[in-house]
């Protein structure tokens, strides 16, 4: 019996043993198989890598804007419809300083870090949470790496990739790491040039003048990720703990008209604090005031924040 244990301790610590070895050299083979193919291969060969700096547009800028902010008046936080929907110059008019931290397709879980690192110092008296119901559906995969690769910060987002497991996010996280210790000059970004967009200041991105093309929106049900609900949650919550009231508003979305469930998505935003409906505020027109179904041009911008400005910011909410 004695000597039947001890083969047996002897043949499990040859395996343990050979099971270290093999995964010490498939990290090694891994890590440096990652580092050649992101290094030499075109963006269209490596699907699941990706790590040009500045590659989703204009999140860089913002992120540099950002860290030279302090105290303003309102923090707009969320995704596109934020960052394209709510633009400083017009506040400014009406002597309202903003700074808006929008990004691509932002959901809570980038949020509640962004909120961790920038607000104390950006120190605003109001944060407008612009809480797109469609956001709440998706698994931040895309925002994660629109974050990683314009220089985010790297220990936040190793929160953002090891909390949320993605071959895409991994291979992208561990090539920046590696790029960035082994090559000072990876992180100069590349100058955002567009001909369809421009970043303004202040977090704020500008798209060229066009109309909606309109297309047929089948019905649609609005399901949201309980891991999405929960960050939602988490968000509120940093707010409260630095004393911010927060407002949650929904921008004019020709997308959001067609939720078969909307009643449920103004029930539970406005269960959470005080909540903004711009659909159910001010009519916009389907085409001159869209460039697509989900966001504003800019004749639709001027609209719906000149509406939304004196009407429920000064005049309800007595900002000024």
Not at 26 to 33: D, I, K, S
Not at 39 to 64: Q, V
């Amino acid at each position: 019996m004695f000597q039947l244990l001890y083969i047996f301790s002897f043949d499990m610590s040859k395996f343990i043993l050979k099971s270290f070895y093999f995964l010490l050299f498939f990290g090694v083979f891994y890590t440096f198989g990652v580092f050649v193919l992101g290094s030499f291969l075109p963006t269209e060969l490596r699907p699941n890598l990706k790590h040009s700096n500045g590659m989703y547009g204009t999140t860089y800028n913002m992120l540099r804007d950002a860290e030279a902010t302090k105290n303003v008046d309102i923090l707009v936080i969320g995704a596109s419809d934020a960052y394209r929907g709510y633009d400083p110059r017009i506040f400014k008019e009406y002597g309202i300083d903003v700074f808006n931290m929008g990004s691509s397709s932002q959901t809570p879980k980038q949020t509640e870090l962004l909120l961790d690192k920038y607000l104390t110092d950006i120190n605003p008296k109001l944060i407008l949470y612009e809480v797109s119901p469609v956001c709440m559906t998706l698994d931040g995969v895309e925002s994660t790496l629109d974050l990683m690769v314009n220089e985010f910060d790297q220990k936040l987002t190793a929160k953002l990739v090891f909390n949320n497991p993605d071959i895409l996010l991994f291979n992208s996280f561990l090539y920046s790491v590696i790029k960035n210790n082994l090559t000072p000059g990876f992180k100069k970004s590349k100058v955002f040039n567009s001909p369809e967009e421009s970043y303004i200041s202040r977090g704020f991105v500008e798209t060229k003048m066009k109309f909606n093309k309109l297309m047929k929106i089948d019905s649609l049900v609005w399901k949201p990720s309980g891991a999405q609900l929960k960050k939602f949650d988490k968000v509120l919550a940093i707010a409260q703990k630095h004393g911010k009231k927060v407002l949650l508003v929904n921008a004019n979305s020709i997308t959001d008209r067609f939720f078969s469930n909307s009643k449920s998505i103004d029930s539970f935003f406005n269960s959470k604090t005080d909540f903004i409906d711009m659909n159910a505020n001010i009519t916009l027109n389907d085409t001159t005031d869209y460039f697509d179904n989900s966001h504003l041009n800019s004749k639709g911008l001027r609209s719906m924040n000149s509406f939304f400005i004196p009407k429920i910011l000064i005049e309800k909410y007595k900002l000024k």
